[in-house]
Structure formats: structure tokens, C-alpha cells
């Protein structure tokens, strides 16, 4: 690991200059830890000087006019056991505690959680001479290389590294916003307009600027996310990234589809929404062949790869049963 | 971390902080001085940033001082000499170092120890008093043979006991779910699940 300068921050503010100030020196944020430590040890991420920002952001949760307000410093745990999340938004408890482990959720943000690195083996291997998004311009070894874990999705000839995470993925299914902080003052996003696609340039993973941190999300409240779920096929039952998941709530008039949202993970090289497939349901009658005809529509565009070419199939099939199973919830 | 240069004199420190703690078992350990001396002149060679951290490990008060980069389970092993903690894989995903932080359960291989300044820390070696009865969950691994080689064991018993005391009525599905974290090699997994069921009762009571 490379040395680094470790200090403290206490506030927003101070926080913020300190990330804005000496531009000449790579700083990280630290928060759990759990993503940029073991990218560290594998010399991947090398920063020259680390901020602890577990004492200058909320670890809060709490009810606003917008919504449910989280707190960028809360731990995975703490919002998968929260009982208005549990009842109001299952889709986020679900999401959360499919994810990870029962020690990596005690110690992990939700800021950071959602600004995880991918698990590209190539990318996570520093001695791999060719990641576009490690090293601008090198290539990517995962087009002719192994990727069975690689995104069908928003892929592009530079990057097709999946993210990774599941959170992100019941956030974007339910319209959350993003409250970022930043040398010069407060803005909010959509979740959606967070992440970025790799495109030309995959190193750039989302919008925040080099002074801007994540300072809390915001759900809006609407009853019909209680029927919301998270649905995760993996390799193994428990502690596995996701080789497709689903984040779906539905607002439904009797069988008829009101509105369906749809966030698919494993899949993607971001947190993806599958808007072709919610088009596709809206005001159809939710049923066996509506919602397999919802998961080809999600994967119609899919780009598959050497070893990958299970996905578009398994992820249909699981936006189907998603949806057959948001359906059949009673709340 | 290994191989950083660090002048870390590790088995002076054990036998230091074994006199100490033998002959004066309730003072606060202070450890930094045989470490800072040695490291002071080391970060004027390389630049590379030392950190003073008080946290309390099992109890006791614990000074240490050390380079930035280090891990809550290297100090705890290489500089508190507590070395019932163990590194496996040391990027957090096999649970051998798992240690509980104000009560909760975390991976110490993924914390700073200079995060862990005024932190309570409860290691394998603060179950139990050195003399005294077995923690219902070490005695329960015991009953149940819920090891083989040992190595992954202090790591599945203080996941363990986190897990009953965040929650108490889990069925055998959820504690395997809900241990998931903890990989043992020897697949000792049957065992490690009747174990915590047995302590599960024993904690209740």
C-alpha cells in the first residue's frame, strides 16, 4: 500500500475544502473503508492522502417533506433494519441485506456504498497492463478475456466492468434523489444523473467533482412502494455479487399496471433502469406473458460478450419473476 | 502491508507487553515508546506518516503508535501482541479477523487502526477471563467439534456471538445466512451452526 497523510474532518464544510485544496495531491475520502482499503492493498486505488468523513456527514435517518431522508454516514445494516424502510421500502431493506456480508454492512456506508468500485478482475488486478479505466487509453482486457461477470448493458468498446452494487439498484427503481455537498454549497440529483456510463473515457464513474461529497439520499414517499422487492440470483445463496438482479415496485389498479419500476443490477456497467420494460407495462395487465414480454423488452438492447451471453436470458427471466412476485405481495 | 520497511521489533513488543501485562495487569498499556522511537526517525528517512491511537482493546486502555496504513488486525497482532485474531485473506472477504467494534462485528483486515481512536475493540482474547469459565459460544464450539484445523475459529466465534446479540430467536437458515461471512476451509459449517444454536440458548439464559 502506498503511504498516505490520514486526517480527520468534523464538518461538511471543512471537509469539502480539504477536498477542494491542493489539487496536486490524489485524496480519498474514507468512510466503512470496505471498497478503497482493499483496493488500496491491491494497489489499484493509491491516494496521497486520506480524510476520515465519518464525523463530518449525517448517519441519520429521518422523515423530511420530500420524503425519507438518509444520511450518507449510515451503515448498510442500519437502514436494512430500519422499521419505516422495512415496511414503507422493502426494495431497500432487501437490497441491502442480500448484500455483502453481516461484518462488511456493520462497517459500510451508503455513500460509499454506492460509489463501489467494480469487481472487474482486470481492473482489480494492477499488474494487468490493459483497463481503460485504470489507465486512460490502455484497452480492456475483459472484451477478449474472461467476462462472465461482465455487463450486457451500457457497455461500450472501452469498459464493459459491471457495477456492482445493489442499493443503487432499488434507488434508481424508486426515483431517489441525491443531496451532494460541496466547497461551494449544496446541490441534489436524481440517483439516476450519479453514476455515468464508461463510454470514452471509463475512469469517470460519476458526476461528483473532485470537492463534492455524497451527503445523503432522499426517497420520496409514496404508498405504493411497500409493494417493492429485491430479487438476487447469484452463483452461491449468500455473499456473491449478482449475476442479475431486479429492484421492481409496481403501483397497481387490480391486475392492470398503474406504473412499474424497474432497476436491474449485474447486468450493468451503472445502476441501470430499465425504462423500455416499465414503458411496455404501463396500463397492461400484469400476467405470465406480459411480464416475460417486460424482461425481453428490459434486455432487447444487451450486447453480450464471450462468456456472458446467459445474461440477457437469466435477466428476463428474473425481471419476470420480479414482477410476478411484486404483484402477489399483499400490503 | 507486509515488507513496508517499518522497523516493527514484533517479538520484543509480545514479550514486552507479556511482562506487562503479567506484572501489572490493570494499568493502561502503553506501547508506543519502544515503536515511536524507532518509527520517529524512520519518517524522517521516508516521509511516510506515523499515527498515535488510543483505543480500548478489551478493556484496557492501549496506546498505538504506527504508520498510517495500519490495520486495526495488524496492530492488534503485531503491536498489542493479541494474536488470537487472525489474517486470511486480508481483503475482507473470508471473516478470519473479525473483531467487535462498540459491540458491533467488523472485518479489523479493512479498518484503520487510527479510525478506531477512543473505539471500544473486544478481540477472541477478551471473551473470557484468562482464568475463568469458557464463553457459552467458545465452550459451545468445544461440545459440538466445530473446528477443524482452528485457523478460521476465533473469527466464526466472535461473528457468532455478535449474531445472537443482535438478535436471539434466529432460526438455523438465518444464522447460516447471517454467518455467511465467516469461509472455513475444513467446512466445519454443520457443527459451527449446532454450536451457535447451543449458545444460542446458553446467552439467552
Known amino acids: 500500500m502506498?503511504?498516505?497523510?490520514?486526517?480527520?474532518?468534523?464538518?461538511?464544510?471543512?471537509?469539502?475544502?480539504?477536498?477542494?485544496?491542493?489539487?496536486?495531491?490524489?485524496?480519498?475520502?474514507?468512510?466503512?473503508?470496505?471498497?478503497?482499503?482493499?483496493?488500496?492493498?491491491?494497489?489499484?486505488?493509491?491516494?496521497?492522502?486520506?480524510?476520515?468523513?465519518?464525523?463530518?456527514?449525517?448517519?441519520?435517518?429521518?422523515?423530511?417533506?420530500s420524503g425519507l431522508r438518509i444520511g450518507a454516514m449510515v451503515r448498510m445494516a442500519e437502514a436494512a433494519r430500519h422499521s419505516v424502510i422495512q415496511s414503507g421500502y422493502p426494495v431497500v431493506a432487501q437490497s441491502l441485506m442480500l448484500a455483502a456480508s453481516a461484518q462488511i454492512r456493520n462497517m459500510a456506508s451508503l455513500g460509499g456504498n454506492v460509489l463501489q468500485r467494480t469487481r472487474c478482475g482486470y481492473f482489480r488486478d494492477h499488474t494487468v497492463p490493459n483497463c481503460n479505466k485504470r489507465i486512460s487509453e490502455s484497452g480492456c482486457a475483459a472484451l477478449e478475456?474472461?467476462?462472465?461477470?461482465?455487463?450486457?448493458?451500457?457497455?461500450?468498446?472501452?469498459?464493459?466492468?459491471?457495477?456492482?452494487?445493489?442499493?443503487?439498484?432499488?434507488?434508481?427503481?424508486?426515483?431517489?434523489?441525491?443531496?451532494?455537498?460541496?466547497?461551494?454549497?449544496?446541490?441534489?440529483?436524481?440517483?439516476?444523473?450519479?453514476?455515468?456510463?464508461?463510454?470514452?473515457?471509463?475512469?469517470?464513474?460519476?458526476?461528483?467533482?473532485?470537492?463534492?461529497?455524497?451527503?445523503?439520499?432522499?426517497?420520496?414517499?409514496?404508498?405504493?412502494f411497500r409493494r417493492s422487492m429485491y430479487l438476487k440470483i447469484r452463483d452461491r445463496d449468500s455473499y456473491a455479487y449478482a449475476l442479475a438482479s431486479v429492484a421492481v415496485a409496481l403501483d397497481m389498479d387490480g391486475d392492470q399496471v398503474r406504473e412499474a419500476r424497474i432497476g436491474l443490477g449485474g447486468v450493468a456497467t451503472v445502476p441501470w433502469r430499465a425504462n423500455e420494460a416499465e414503458a411496455f407495462l404501463k396500463g397492461k395487465v400484469l400476467n405470465d406473458g406480459s411480464a416475460k414480454a417486460a424482461g425481453e423488452a428490459a434486455f432487447a438492447d444487451a450486447k453480450t460478450h464471450q462468456h456472458n451471453s446467459y445474461k440477457p436470458v437469466l435477466g428476463a427471466q428474473t425481471v419476470a419473476r420480479a414482477l410476478l412476485a411484486a404483484k402477489a405481495l399483499e400490503i | 502491508m507486509a515488507g513496508d520497511g517499518i522497523v516493527r521489533p514484533v517479538s520484543v513488543q509480545r514479550r514486552q507487553f507479556l511482562t506487562v501485562a503479567a506484572a501489572t495487569a490493570a494499568a493502561p498499556l502503553m506501547l508506543k515508546a519502544s515503536s515511536q522511537s524507532a518509527s520517529s526517525a524512520d519518517k524522517a528517512a521516508t516521509g511516510r506518516e506515523l499515527h498515535t491511537t488510543t483505543l480500548v482493546v478489551n478493556g484496557k486502555n492501549v496506546t498505538v503508535t504506527a504508520d498510517a496504513r495500519t490495520t486495526l488486525l495488524d496492530a492488534l497482532r503485531e503491536y498489542v501482541g493479541l494474536t488470537g485474531t487472525k489474517k486470511g485473506c486480508d481483503h475482507g472477504q473470508c471473516g478470519a479477523c473479525t473483531v467487535h467494534v462498540d459491540g458491533k462485528r467488523v472485518l479489523s483486515c479493512l479498518t484503520l487502526a487510527a479510525m478506531t481512536a477512543g473505539r471500544s475493540v473486544t478481540t477472541i482474547e477478551g471473551l473470557s477471563d484468562a482464568d475463568g469459565p469458557l464463553h457459552p459460544m467458545q465452550q459451545a464450539f468445544i461440545d459440538h467439534d466445530a473446528f477443524q484445523c482452528g485457523y478460521c475459529t476465533p473469527g466464526q466465534i466472535m461473528s457468532a456471538v455478535a449474531l445472537i446479540n443482535e438478535n436471539p430467536k434466529l432460526s438455523e437458515p438465518e444464522i447460516r445466512e447471517l454467518m455467511s461471512g465467516n469461509i472455513c476451509r475444513c467446512a466445519a459449517y454443520p457443527n459451527i451452526v449446532t454450536a451457535i444454536m447451543q449458545a444460542k440458548v446458553k446467552m439467552g439464559s
Not at chain 1, 149 to 178: N, P, W
Request: hydrophobic letters at 40%.
Open chain 1, 2 to 65: 502506498q503511504p498516505f497523510v490520514f486526517s480527520r474532518s468534523n464538518s461538511p464544510s471543512d471537509a469539502t475544502k480539504r477536498l477542494a485544496d491542493g489539487a496536486d495531491v490524489s485524496t480519498s475520502p474514507i468512510a466503512g473503508g470496505t471498497t478503497l482499503l482493499d483496493l488500496m492493498k491491491l494497489n489499484v486505488m493509491r491516494p496521497e492522502r486520506l480524510i476520515d468523513i465519518n464525523a463530518a456527514l449525517s448517519d441519520q435517518i429521518e422523515k423530511v417533506s
Open chain 1, 145 to 224: 478475456g474472461s467476462n462472465r461477470m461482465h455487463a450486457v448493458l451500457g457497455g461500450s468498446e472501452k469498459c464493459i466492468a459491471t457495477y456492482g452494487g445493489d442499493f443503487a439498484q432499488a434507488l434508481m427503481a424508486l426515483d431517489a434523489r441525491v443531496e451532494i455537498i460541496g466547497s461551494r454549497g449544496v446541490r441534489t440529483i436524481a440517483f439516476s444523473e450519479l453514476h455515468v456510463r464508461p463510454g470514452d473515457a471509463p475512469a469517470a464513474e460519476t458526476t461528483l467533482r473532485r470537492d463534492e461529497l455524497i451527503a445523503a439520499f432522499v426517497l420520496p414517499s409514496l404508498p405504493w
